[in-house]
């Protein structure tokens, strides 16, 4: 095992021990039971799948599965051009603001600022 596959393995491995694996299934295969053992690489094309059955976020996931195929530069080189990553819980926050808006989001007053810190701390608080 590499050390790019060693994250990717122990979370996976992390999770599996925590989920009931379902009968069937690609986490039933000897693929994944290979990549578990740090024998193979996860598909790219699999991570969201993956990450759904075994409950982590698919983003963390993605990034581990691709540093299998790319060095850490090629990596940040994609994130610099395709945006910002954000975790599930972020996007989910975004999804809210647009379904709110009914439109195009505006640039946050100090108003909307203020209440966004507020409604997050908040949130910690609990």
């Not at 972020?90 to 100090?110: F, M, N, T």
């Amino acid at each position: 095992m590499t050390d790019r596959n060693f994250n990717l393995v122990s979370l996976l491995n992390d999770r599996m021990s925590a989920a009931p694996v379902p009968p069937g299934g690609f986490l039933a295969s000897k693929l994944f039971h290979m990549i578990l053992r740090g024998d193979a690489k996860l598909p790219l094309d699999r991570v969201e799948e993956v990450a759904s059955l075994i409950g982590t976020d698919a983003r963390q996931l993605f990034r581990l599965a691709a540093r299998q195929f790319y060095e850490e530069e090629a990596i940040c080189l994609f994130e610099r051009m395709l945006g910002t990553p954000i975790s599930n819980e972020e996007q989910k926050w975004l999804d809210e603001i647009r379904s709110a808006a009914d439109g195009p989001v505006a640039e946050p007053s100090g108003t909307a600022r203020r209440l966004v810190r507020a409604l997050v701390n908040a949130q910690i608080a609990e």
